[in-house]
């Protein structure tokens, strides 16, 4: 399973972007995974962003993201999307996605996730 994020890039705050995952799947159809997002800033760990599930129905978010950020998936183009609005200066950080391959809800653990993308860069300036 291979996977390609693209979309990010430099922002001010207060802007938005959408950025994408295409998924080259192995296997199980790209509509069997949940997908999710992760993001790492400079000095910190990989944290959680958002997720969703096989079918789009049910998603999960984090906390400092929710109401500004949306997961999304279109099957048909085995790609996954997180339109991000509002942005601040703390979203800045590298993202990454990262496939589900056996799962069925959307889950905030990296373990669960058993391939990832190689993470967009998305900065936003004050």
């Known amino acids: 399973v291979q996977l390609q994020a693209s979309g990010g890039g430099l922002v001010q705050a207060g802007g938005s972007l959408r950025l994408s995952c295409a998924v080259s799947p192995s296997g199980r159809t790209f509509s069997s995974y949940a997908m999710g997002w992760f993001r790492q800033a400079p000095g910190k760990e990989r944290e959680f962003v958002a997720a969703?599930?096989?079918?789009?129905?049910?998603?999960y978010y984090a906390d400092s993201v929710k109401g500004r950020f949306t997961i999304s998936r279109d099957n048909a183009k085995n790609t996954v999307y997180l339109r991000m609005n509002s942005l601040k200066p703390e979203d800045t950080a590298v993202y990454y996605c990262?496939?589900?391959?056996?799962?069925?809800?959307?889950?905030?653990?990296?373990?669960?996730?058993?391939?990832w993308g190689q993470g967009t860069q998305v900065t936003v300036s004050s």
């Open positions: 969703i599930d096989w079918s789009g129905g049910s998603t």
């Open positions: 990262a496939a589900d391959t056996y799962g069925v809800a959307p889950t905030n653990t990296p373990d669960d996730y058993d391939y």
